[in-house]
């Protein structure tokens, strides 16, 4: 397999708004990438818990994400923008959001904090459609 292309330097503009538990990712296609994808994934920063929240890409998606995710806590946000690779079902990530937003719910539209791509990045794994 091959490894991720990773591209911009500055990464996908993504604003976040929180209404109650629901986290809602507008995500700007920024990558000057022909015919790339941009949507959003979401991930719960509670290490300690045996299954922390992730909300993966869904490349349906594009543009705005909304999920409602179960539990109070810090969220951190990533805008992904990939392309289509060489091979059926191959895709490449072009960008992403660095440093991921985090938000805390309940709460506002204000992030709490940015944190690193190497701590709070909720994708896992190769980007599938």
Do not use: H
Request: charge should be negative.
């Amino acid at each position: 397999m091959p490894p991720l292309a990773i591209g911009a330097q500055t990464g996908v503009p993504v604003n976040v708004s929180v209404q109650g538990r629901g986290i809602t990712a507008s995500v700007t296609n920024n990558t000057g990438v022909a015919g790339s994808v941009c949507t959003a994934a979401i991930g719960e920063l509670d290490f300690s818990r045996p299954d922390p929240y992730r909300s993966e890409p869904n490349w349906e998606d594009r543009g705005t994400v909304t999920v409602t995710v179960p539990r109070d806590g810090y969220y951190a946000v990533t805008g992904v923008c990939v392309t289509e690779g060489t091979q059926p079902g191959e895709f490449e990530v072009v960008s992403y959001t660095k440093p991921a937003k985090v938000v805390t719910v309940p709460g506002g539209a204000t992030p709490e904090a940015d944190c690193g791509m190497s701590l709070c990045l909720p994708v896992r794994g190769t980007p599938t459609p």
